[in-house]
């Protein structure tokens, strides 16, 4: 299995940057995990929030394959506990599932196109975060997956 992380834009905060770096060393080799930065649309002040969308949601296609499982992490998505995220990640591995790729959004959310590929929606909370955040906090939910499903006593209940 192969877990794509797809982000508009790049982290620019050294100790984000730092902490991801922490968790993603410490991701099971056998996930194949990649953060891809797509970079931001250029002249992006001239778009209108609808049009900027469209742009993004132009470059996420570039690296959706239409066997891809794409989650979104969304406000209006489906919330986890992280015993219950680790469960999608152990079904996901258990029904042979290629390459599942969770997309974060720039600034104005996705567009129409990119919410009918999605298969499913996921929401980290209901607080808004900055996108460098989210970043961060989905990278070492993947390292507790991680964890939780080896049974190891890193996450506590």
Known sequence: MKINLLCIGKTDDKEIQKLMSYYEQRLPKYWNFE?????????????????????????????????????????????????EFASKIDFWQNNSYKKILFLIGGAYGFSDEIYQRANEKFSLSKM??????????????????????????????
Request: glycine letters at 2%.
């Open 35 to 83: 953060k891809i930065e797509i970079p931001d649309v250029k002249n992006a002040r001239n778009y209108s929030p609808d049009l900027l969308k469209k742009e993004e949601s132009k470059q996420f296609f570039q690296h959706i394959d239409s066997t891809d499982f794409v989650v979104i992490l969304d406000e209006k998505g489906k919330q986890f506990t992280s015993r």
């Open 128 to 157: 808004t975060f900055t996108h460098q955040m989210v970043r961060l906090f989905i990278i070492e939910q993947f390292y507790r997956a991680d964890q939780i499903l080896q049974g190891k006593p890193y996450h506590n209940d």
